[in-house]
């Protein structure tokens, strides 16, 4: 982590300049919506995990903007996901900022690699960015399970965290190549869908974790009658 961070730092930096950030009225719209998404974070796992849709956001920032500022976008929601769910402990939010950099970063350069020309109204690109979306996916969720693996020695996330929460994360994913095509096609007034998706999206996974919650609470409740 102590190397994870400065080196992700120095890659956006280095990056920036090949970025389409400056003269885009897209970075300021995504800028935002980070905000919102990072303020709309949701809790998991009796708040030791948090999810929110900033994966809609980063990942369009990534396939029109670049990675850094893909990675400049997931720093901005994971500062207002903090400030949110008042974390105090320092390496929590490094860790966190680290899962929510590294991913950004890894899916705005696998969009640079396989899509050098920009973005296109092509089967070919939407599969790029599909590509993208779950490589920020799975390092996301290997780097989350190995901190708390780390620090709680034991194993909060599993796979079948992943697969309670897939559904919306695959909405979330189909969502995300959605408003890029919409993008593509219709401009920045396109990216109102992506706002929707946010809202919907995190909705959407708060009604998930609270029946898992509930679902929980009614086990143990039927367990402690037969006891």
Do not use: K
């Amino acid at each position: 982590l102590a190397a994870g961070l400065p080196a992700c730092v120095a890659v956006a930096a280095w990056q920036a300049g090949s970025d389409h950030a400056g003269t885009n009225a897209l970075s300021l719209v995504l800028a935002v919506a980070a905000v919102a998404a990072g303020a709309m974070v949701v809790s998991l796992r009796g708040g030791l995990v948090a999810v929110s849709a900033s994966f809609l956001v980063v990942l369009l920032a990534a396939t029109f903007l670049g990675p850094a500022s893909a990675c400049a976008t997931a720093v901005i929601a994971e500062v207002a996901a903090t400030c949110r769910s008042r974390i105090t402990r320092r390496y929590v939010f490094a860790s966190n900022l680290f899962a929510a950099m590294l991913p950004a970063l890894a899916a705005g350069n696998l969009v640079r690699l396989l899509a050098p020309h920009g973005a296109t109204d092509t089967f070919r690109f939407y599969l790029v960015v599909t590509a993208a979306g779950v490589l920020d996916l799975v390092l996301n969720f290997v780097i989350a399970a190995g901190y708390i693996q780390l620090v709680n020695d034991s194993r909060m996330l599993r796979l079948q965290t992943l697969r309670d929460h897939s559904p919306s994360l695959l909405l979330n994913l189909v969502l995300a190549v959605a408003g890029a095509g919409i993008y593509i096609r219709l401009g920045i007034g396109g990216i109102a869908f992506a706002l929707t998706a946010i809202f919907a999206f995190s909705y959407m996974l708060q009604l998930v974790e609270r029946a898992r919650q509930r679902s929980e609470q009614y086990v143990s409740l039927r367990s402690e009658e037969h006891t």
